[in-house]
């Protein structure tokens, strides 16, 4: 079997993770977990990924999350069972609009956690847990708030490459 999508996670706030297409309109995921320093607190809480389509066709994406071993004060904690509902985003436009749709939680799978199903009706698809929060986002909200004149816009610290 050819695959028909490809999964791309390397652009800012991407999520990483490990893939494989299991069948024709399958895609098996596996989020890495977010760690705290010196610590066993490890949790998957979110995910941001896009979904290349060879093909698109309208038929629909079934994108299953694998679950994940998630801790919490040293005592395992199932990752998105206890959860009633969770919703997700995509967008077809490459995050300039977004659609709302509800997981499917599989809370007897041993393998599965939760099934996302989106559409394959455009050649790249956005897929994340909340819409995400761009660097254009940013500089629309500091070109709004400059004009203020109780807003003070101050550098407090620069990155090892000496950038603000």
Same mark, same amino acid.
């Given at each position: 079997?050819?695959? +028909?999508?490809?999964?791309?996670?390397a652009?800012?706030?991407?999520?990483?993770?490990?893939?494989h297409?299991?069948?024709?309109?399958?895609?098996?995921?596996?989020?890495?977990?977010?760690? +705290?320093?010196?610590? $066993?607190?490890? %949790?998957?809480?979110?995910f941001?990924?896009?979904i290349?389509?060879? %093909? $698109?066709?309208?038929?629909?994406?079934?994108?299953?999350?694998?679950h994940?071993?998630?801790?919490?004060?040293?005592?395992? *904690?199932?990752c998105?069972?206890?959860q +009633?509902?969770i919703?997700?985003?995509?967008?077809?436009?490459?995050?300039?609009?977004? %659609? +709302?749709?509800?997981? *499917?939680?599989?809370?007897?799978d041993?393998?599965?956690?939760?099934?996302?199903?989106? $559409?394959?009706?455009?050649?790249?698809?956005?897929?994340?847990?909340?819409v995400?929060?761009? *660097?254009?986002?940013?500089?629309?909200?500091?070109?709004?708030?400059?004009?203020?004149?109780?807003?003070?816009? *101050?550098?407090?610290?620069?990155?090892?490459?000496?950038?603000?």
């Amino acid at each position: 079997m050819a695959p +028909e999508y490809y999964i791309e996670n390397a652009f800012n706030n991407g999520s990483l993770l490990d893939w494989h297409q299991s069948a024709a309109d399958t895609i098996c995921l596996k989020l890495a977990m977010d760690r +705290e320093r010196f610590s $066993p607190n490890a %949790q998957v809480t979110h995910f941001h990924f896009r979904i290349h389509v060879r %093909q $698109p066709s309208g038929q629909q994406i079934r994108l299953e999350i694998g679950h994940s071993g998630n801790c919490w004060n040293n005592r395992p *904690e199932p990752c998105w069972i206890r959860q +009633e509902r969770i919703a997700f985003r995509y967008s077809m436009d490459n995050g300039l609009t977004w %659609q +709302e749709a509800d997981a *499917e939680i599989l809370r007897d799978d041993p393998a599965v956690a939760m099934v996302l199903t989106v $559409p394959a009706e455009s050649p790249c698809i956005t897929v994340a847990r909340l819409v995400p929060y761009t *660097e254009k986002d940013l500089a629309g909200l500091l070109g709004d708030i400059t004009a203020c004149p109780d807003v003070t816009l *101050e550098e407090i610290g620069t990155t090892l490459q000496n950038r603000p």
